[in-house]
């Protein structure tokens, strides 16, 4: 039996959304074992032969423009690939620990939503697809049922519903004007407040300074299997959709303002990290700054970079989320007196040289790359990012590392491997020598930083809920002004 | 506090103005989504022909997220401490009457669910419908009762079968070598109640999950917050 | 176009409800107003240059299809959330014995 290859976008879908409520039909881990590994290998291979075949057009059932349209090109490829690696790896890690089956039910229905939307074409769509992973995520954040979990999901919803049903009115002003919902179909000019409407909901998903501060509340109290998730693949969904809907022809002008939104992100996400004394926090803040990179290294050169960061931070947040599970502390001067078992502290070196983007790891060849298809003032800004983020991951590594027996747990490994790999393999895309040269004179401005400026206590005034929406609207109305000038 | 909402509401004011004024500016033109949906799908309701032919992959996930609510909700409330005294009202009129609504309901619901493709209606509405006369069989009968009737155990192993029953249906085309979510048995004359190929099947399995869903999510709030 | 501008003032109360109040629950209940709006809006969008819904046993010209289609999944997106925010603000206030978002936040400055 041959199943024709024009199917497969929609079976990437599919496939993990018909394992999923077998998740809570079967509650015992074995099986739950057996269909995260029938999950993950089928998807890998869905991914395989649309890689041979790339690029694939679908209309679903067939039915060609009024079906929903589905596209597997180079950028779904990256995308599908670190949505599969994250989850999959993070259901490795779950098996050892003590999750309801309801984890599993909701992770599996995360991956087909994340794989749709590297994949969807359509508005409406691409709005369901945003509001199915946030209510997935409340759910992730919340498991906990403390109090300050409940509230940090409940500011989040707040603030993302109200976005996203902005977002559905933009669709539905769009489609009132262009009638079709089929980002390829659009034509004609969109007015510049309903362009800011659609682009400003997906900055909040994709987690970049000014509109997304529920990142780090969230991020930091949730497990650590839903840390690596939410940092590792959720936040990327609004990145591969910005990229999808700016390379249309009507949405292209929109990149400038986004560009600038981003270097912002890259320059305040590291100042917050640097100054911030719980580790999981250091790392939410510091996936606000690389999340601006991404985003300002556009659709070709910033994918990479998602796909990077995804796997070195998920290695992050494992490394770290562990450890404060261990130890109960998220203070790093706690941490200090606890330090890092030597195994877990070796990885969590691995980590910290990929995003600190020293050669040979996965983090130099984006980095070095987007920095050198900047414009000078982007070229500043993101080089001063980077030095803010060896500084940052210098405070992580400063922890140190005791004694104790080796192993080797298998989730730090996959994450550990494809960042050695990356960074060795495709090492002559990036090496110039001034890559090299700047590469280290970052490094080295970094660490001097790390020595010599104490960190000072930043309150977390911007993380209010009242804050939120005015950062929110401020950030729309500005979006519209960089656009209406623009026109 | 008061002066940042204040700066708030202000900024949203603005907006609403822009949206507005730009919209005011909008034409628009009807685009041709009638012609041949019936010939495509066996509907003669269209808006049934769009939500369950050619955008059924909307409307799974739209499933989807009515599950995980569903799910979610059981979830957190299930640590919370049961109320201790559920007071049903056990009059006997409204035991007989409740009972009588409970019925219909589901008829009625059962009746809009089925025949979604053919007038207004729909899986969605009709599991609401059969939903809301459950509810009120809710507010007369004790909690061991609703519990042993309307068991949780099992009603969420029917949600998660009918589920998977779902979506393998969606699958089965691709092993005739059709698309997936293709409607591939037969149309039947249009506007009969046997048409449209799964569609009214697709229907009536959402109107059930609804249903199971929705008393499900009902159950559990009176359990833990009572009826008043 | 009257239609619309309709859809945008309750959009439009939804959103202040949001901002200004201080309870959740009121918050909440200011959502749901919030995505009434933008169905009110999509039905309109379907019915402004005909109004009779596309069942073909009836004679056109029809209503367009498209919006009333997919308003639906928002409408059921807006349950889902809304259930699930109003567990969460129910754990809340058994854990806190309060809604005022105010008071939770300072309680959250005080642990820090």
């Known amino acids: 039996m041959s199943i024709d290859i024009h199917v497969y976008p929609s079976l990437l879908t599919l496939v993990p959304m018909l394992f999923a409520p077998l998740f809570l039909l079967f509650r015992t881990k074995v099986i739950h074992k057996i269909l995260a590994t029938l999950t993950v290998l089928l998807d890998l291979l869905i991914i395989y032969k649309l890689m041979l075949a790339m690029p694939i057009d679908e209309y679903t059932g067939g039915w060609i423009l009024r079906g929903i349209h589905l596209r597997f090109d180079n950028l779904s490829l990256i995308y599908t690939l670190l949505f599969v690696t994250v989850i999959g790896t993070s259901w490795i890690s779950s098996f050892k620990k003590n999750y309801p089956p309801l984890f599993y039910f909701l992770t599996s229905i995360l991956l087909s939503t994340l794989n749709t939307s590297a994949i969807t074409l359509d508005l409406f769509n691409i709005y369901v697809m945003l509001e199915l992973s946030s209510i997935i995520a409340y759910i992730l954040i919340a498991m906990k049922e403390n109090w300050k979990h409940l509230w940090a999901s409940l500011k989040y919803l707040m603030i993302s519903y109200f976005a996203f049903t902005m977002y559905l009115t933009a669709v539905g002003l769009i489609y009132m004007h262009t009638g079709t919902l089929d980002i390829t179909r659009i034509s004609g000019e969109i007015s510049p407040i309903i ?192 030095i803010g983020t060896v500084a940052s991951m210098a405070k992580l590594a400063s922890i140190g590392y005791r004694k104790s027996i080796l192993k080797i747990p298998s989730h730090y490994l996959i994450f550990a491997t494809i960042t050695v790999f990356v960074g060795i393999k495709y090492i002559n895309y990036a090496l110039s020598s001034w890559a090299l040269i700047e590469s280290f004179i970052v490094i080295a401005i970094g660490l001097a930083i790390f020595l010599m400026l104490h960190p000072k206590h930043i309150p977390r005034i911007l993380e209010k809920l009242d804050i939120m929406v005015i950062e929110y609207m401020l950030t729309l109305i500005s979006m519209w002004a960089i656009l209406y000038i623009q026109r | 506090m008061k002066n940042i909402r204040l700066i708030s509401v202000i900024l949203f004011g603005m907006f609403i103005v822009m949206l507005l004024i730009s919209a005011e500016t909008i034409s628009y033109i009807q685009p041709d989504n009638v012609t041949g949906a019936v010939k495509d799908t066996g509907a003669i309701n269209v808006i049934a022909a769009y939500y369950l032919g050619y955008r059924l992959f909307d409307t799974l996930f739209e499933i989807l997220v009515f599950t995980v609510a569903v799910q979610g909700v059981v979830h957190l409330l299930g640590h919370m401490p049961t109320l201790e005294q559920h007071k049903p009202m056990r009059e006997k009129a409204i035991i007989i009457y409740t009972d009588l609504i409970f019925g219909a309901s589901l008829i009625t619901g059962m009746y809009i669910a089925v025949a979604g493709h053919i007038s207004a209606g729909g899986g969605f509405v009709g599991g609401i419908v059969g939903a809301t006369g459950a509810v009120l069989v809710f507010l007369t009968m004790p909690m061991e009762d609703i519990e042993k009737e309307f068991n949780h155990t099992y009603m969420a192993i029917w949600e998660m079968c009918i589920l998977a029953t779902i979506f393998a249906l969606v699958l089965l085309p691709i092993f005739i070598g059709m698309y997936p979510m293709k409607n591939f048995l037969p149309l039947g004359t249009p506007g009969h109640i046997v048409s449209g190929g799964i569609i009214p099947i697709v229907d009536t399995l959402i109107g059930i999950k609804v249903l199971i869903g929705a008393v499900t999510i009902a159950q559990t709030f009176i359990k833990h917050r009572g009826v008043f | 176009m009257i239609y619309i501008a309709i859809a945008v003032v309750i959009f439009a109360i939804g959103g202040i409800g949001i901002i200004w109040k201080d309870n959740i629950l009121l918050k909440l209940l200011s959502l749901g107003i919030m995505n009434a709006g933008v169905v009110v809006l999509f039905v309109s969008i379907a019915g402004l240059k005909h109004r009779i819904p596309a069942i073909l046993n009836t004679n056109g010209p029809y209503a367009d299809p498209l919006p009333q289609a997919v308003i639906i999944t928002s409408i059921v997106i807006g349950f889902a959330t809304m259930s699930l925010a109003l567990v969460f603000t129910m754990l809340i206030s058994l854990k806190k014995g309060t809604l005022s978002s105010k008071k939770l936040q300072e309680d959250i400055d005080r642990e820090h």
Not at chain 1, 201 to 211: A, I, N, W
Not at chain 1, 227 to 241: C, N, R, T
Request: proline share 5%.
């Open chain 1, 195 to 386: 362009a800011s409407m659609l682009i400003v909901p997906l900055l909040l998903k994709s987690g970049v300074f000014p509109v997304s501060m529920w990142l780090p509340a969230a991020h930091s109290l949730a497990p650590t299997e839903v840390s690596a998730i939410l940092s590792g693949s959720f936040v990327k969904m609004g990145s591969i959709v910005i990229f999808r809907l700016t390379s249309t022809p009507i949405l292209k002008h929109a990149y400038i303002p986004i560009t600038f939104i981003a270097l912002l992100s890259a320059l305040i996400g590291v100042i917050l990290a640097y100054n911030e004394s719980n580790v999981k926090r250091i790392l939410a803040f510091s996936t606000i700054s690389q999340m601006g990179f991404v985003l300002a290294g556009g659709p070709i050169y910033g994918s990479l970079h998602a796909f990077n960061h995804g796997i070195f931070k998920s290695l992050l947040f494992f490394t770290v989320g562990d450890q404060v599970e261990e130890t109960g502390h998220y203070d790093i001067k706690a941490l200090k007196h606890a330090k890092f078992p030597m195994y877990r502290y070796i990885f969590l070196l691995i980590g910290i040289l990929g995003i600190a983007g020293v050669p040979l790891f996965s983090g130099f060849i984006s980095k070095s790359i987007i920095i050198h298809h900047m414009p000078l003032y982007g070229k500043i800004a993101l080089i001063l990012a980077s």
